[in-house]
């Protein structure tokens, strides 16, 4: 590891990965000695000799630490004690209809520079949804179906902390950014609770130069990578705050594997033939007796995903950023890019903004983190293309006003799909705005997170483009641990996030408690709404909706729309039993509590 932190010109600094800068900066300058402390050292007394040295108490201050990386961690799946452990954790599980009993040994340490956990989480069925049939103790199938999902026993791998000069994590948990958010935000490959995957990221830098790398799947069944590159070129010739911040990026996000179009299963072997937006009619042609509804397809046997033909998605972005001010305990940041999606029927986006960071206090430190950004984007270009609910969409994006006879994939949506009847969105150039807003309260450093709360809208002058998202993190309140994500993504308009109630078929809801009963013992609550495949493997559904019609303009009453994903409340509780190596605050790794 040394090796590499030399080869990268920045030596012992990193190897001990003494906490630095976000991607992009430079380390702050060492604060001064305060003043006369120095001659105060060297002054002796008069009525002491001079072969003594004279005494004194005056011992100059630590400098607070800078509290810079992000503040709240919004995504969060799952909360673990926040010390090294060995646990084993067992409880009820709700998904839906069906109760499980769920069994998970884990273990976890939080070490300086590494920390790691693992974990074998076991879903013995109960009762069968529906049919109250005992359910024998059978392993939940759909957890363990596909190669990825036999990765989830790793929760974290990590050398380093975000923004460090080297941080490296095999993670299942942590959503991932690239740059600031303009094509990959808050991407989270497990809003899906029939799939796990286990993720990996790496960043390194130094004074010139450095990246940022993420890739969703390490068992590569799932292709979703992001890279950025960025080099500063004014620190090869000179010092100062514009050399050192002014920085330019290429950033590269893509999905080798997205899905186009929903395969039919008329036709299931010829991977061309698709379920079609138009041009289907409900029941039969009156004259030739023709079945014309086209709108059927069967979900994967194994995956119960639906069998889809596939494309590339790969979107290419040029970014650049520069300080306007920095001092030791605040600095704000203004930053620009452009970004185009390279595929077919791809479109362009531009988007510049102000990233401030503010810290006051010493002792109890308040950390504030502001991000307000404009954006004009074209038909073909969607902001934050990758984002939580990705890997959902991706299959099925939901459109408030849905002009065609099935639920477009994200791709169709975006891109179009015209050979299968989904023309690109001719909205012409739009208008928008991103803006987000945390705040913390920490204990001497970072590693004392008290409370955290943030929030963040996103909307434009076009249709299906409101985002919103609110969130909590209470990380040790005397004996409970709290976190909570409430989002919704993809609505019409900011009226419609009030006028739709708390809880539309967007809202995604992740939230999580721990208790502390005795030094052993320990319970946790986790209760989600998120995704779930409505029918089991194998099903066939039936996509078209109203707008599917017969010779007399009247809607199929025989088969009404099967949506391949449907938003289920889950509810774990569990009763652990282990024990906490140390409680002391040296040990505890906040970057890594959430699993």
């Not at 520079?113 to 879903?123: A, K, M, V």
């Not at 390279?342 to 102000?354: I, Q």
């Not at 609550?525 to 109203?546: D, K, Q, W």
Request: charge should be negative.
């Amino acid at each position: 590891m040394c090796a590499l932190c030399h080869a990268l010109g920045i030596g012992t600094i990193v190897c001990g990965l003494v906490p630095a800068l976000a991607l992009g900066q430079t380390l702050p300058p060492v604060a001064a000695p305060a003043a006369g402390v120095g001659e105060d050292a060297a002054r002796v007394d008069a009525t002491v000799p001079a072969t003594e040295p004279a005494v004194t108490d005056q011992t100059p201050p630590a400098a607070p630490e800078f509290i810079k990386g992000e503040i709240t961690h919004v995504g969060t799946r799952r909360l673990l004690s926040r010390f090294d452990h060995v646990s084993v954790a067992t409880g009820p599980l709700i998904i839906g209809n069906d109760l499980f009993l769920g069994v998970t040994p884990g273990m976890a340490y939080y070490g300086k520079s590494l920390s790691l956990s693992f974990g074998l989480p076991l879903n013995l069925r109960l009762v069968e949804g529906g049919t109250y049939a005992f359910g024998q103790f059978r392993i939940r199938s759909q957890d363990w179906d596909e190669m990825p999902d036999y990765a989830r026993v790793i929760r974290f791998f990590t050398i380093g902390r975000k923004e460090d000069h080297l941080y490296f994590t095999v993670n299942s948990i942590r959503p991932a950014t690239i740059g600031h958010g303009m094509l990959m935000n808050k991407y989270q490959g497990n809003v899906d609770v029939d799939r796990s995957m286990t993720g990996l990221m790496f960043d390194a830098y130094n004074r010139y130069a450095g990246f940022q790398f993420q890739t969703n799947d390490l068992t590569t069944v799932n292709r979703v990578v992001g890279a950025l590159v960025f080099v500063k070129p004014l620190s090869f010739v000179t010092e100062g705050i514009i050399s050192d911040s002014l920085s330019l990026g290429l950033e590269y996000v893509a999905d080798f594997a997205a899905p186009r179009c929903i395969r039919t299963l008329l036709n299931p072997d010829d991977a061309t033939e698709c379920v079609k937006g138009t041009g289907n009619f409900a029941g039969s042609d009156p004259f030739t007796g023709e079945f014309e509804d086209r709108t059927f397809a069967r979900s994967n046997p194994e995956t119960g995903r639906f069998d889809v033909t596939t494309a590339g998605v790969h979107a290419l972005g040029f970014s650049g950023e520069i300080k306007l001010f920095k001092n030791e305990r605040n600095d704000l940041k203004a930053f620009v890019s452009w970004d185009k999606f390279a595929n077919e029927g791809g479109g362009d986006g531009f988007s510049a903004g102000l990233l401030a960071r503010l810290n006051a206090g010493s002792t109890s430190i308040s950390a504030f983190r502001l991000q307000a950004e404009l954006r004009t984007f074209g038909d073909g270009f969607l902001p934050g293309y990758f984002d939580s609910t990705y890997e959902v969409q991706k299959y099925a994006y939901t459109l408030e006003e849905n002009p065609y006879q099935v639920t477009p994939t994200k791709y169709q949506a975006i891109f179009g799909d015209s050979r299968n009847g989904f023309e690109r969105p001719n909205d012409g150039r739009r208008l928008g705005y991103a803006f987000e807003a945390s705040w913390g309260i920490y204990e001497h450093d970072r590693r004392g997170k008290r409370a955290a709360i943030g929030v963040g809208l996103a909307d434009s002058t076009g249709p299906n483009d409101t985002n919103l998202y609110l969130h909590l993190e209470l990380p040790r309140v005397g004996f409970v641990q709290f976190f909570g994500t409430y989002m919704r993504v993809a609505e019409e308009s900011v009226g419609h996030l009030a006028g739709d109630g708390l809880l539309s078929p967007e809202t995604f809801i992740l939230s999580g408690a721990r208790f502390e009963v005795l030094p052993f013992l320990f319970v946790n609550a986790h209760y989600t709404r998120n995704f779930r495949i409505v029918r089991s493997p194998g099903a066939e559904y039936h996509l078209g909706n109203a707008k599917l019609v017969d010779a007399r303009g009247n809607p199929s009453p025989f088969f009404p729309e099967t949506p391949l994903f449907e938003n289920v409340h889950s509810l774990f509780v569990e009763l652990e039993l282990g024990w906490e190596f140390s409680d002391e605050p040296t040990v505890r790794h906040d970057e890594e509590k959430e699993s």
